[in-house]
Nanobody, 120 residues
Framework: QVQLVESGGGLVQPAGSLRLSCAAS????????MYWYRQAPGKERELVAS????????NYSDSVKGRFTISRDNAKNAVYLQMNNLKYEDTAVYYC?????????????WGQGTQVTVSS
């Protein structure tokens, strides 16, 4: 079955950097776009960044554009989120998501999330 495991979260000071990783298994990773979402306390989960299956198309939310970079390594079945110039409002649980075709239906799968806390 589809498995996604995030790592790399932690406590960081404002203007600091973190790199999140998501290890994927259970599907043909190179066939699918991948997504990073986040959910702050009391807020809805929001899409932060996406990357096409080949990595050539990347999209970002306005709130992170210019600070975050999504990338992937299809040889390692992994997707990454490089986060620079972190702000207090970036504090959230970050989730990796895949939309995988299972018996003709696209099924969304989520990782367990990794906490990112931006604090001085």
């Amino acid at each position: 079955q589809v498995q996604l495991v995030e790592s790399g979260g932690g406590l960081v000071q404002p203007a600091g950097s973190l790199r999140l990783s998501c290890a994927a298994s259970g599907f043909t990773f190179s066939n699918y776009a991948m997504y990073w979402y986040r959910q702050a306390p009391g807020k809805e989960r929001e899409l932060v960044a996406s990357i096409s299956n080949t990595g050539t198309i990347r999209n970002y939310s306005d709130s992170v554009k210019g600070r975050f970079t999504i990338s992937r390594d299809n040889a390692k079945n992994a997707v990454y989120l490089q986060m620079n110039n972190l702000k207090y409002e970036d504090t959230a649980v970050y989730y990796c998501k895949a939309l995988v075709a299972i018996r003709g239906t696209l099924v969304g799968s989520w990782g367990q999330g990794t906490q990112v806390t931006v604090s001085s």
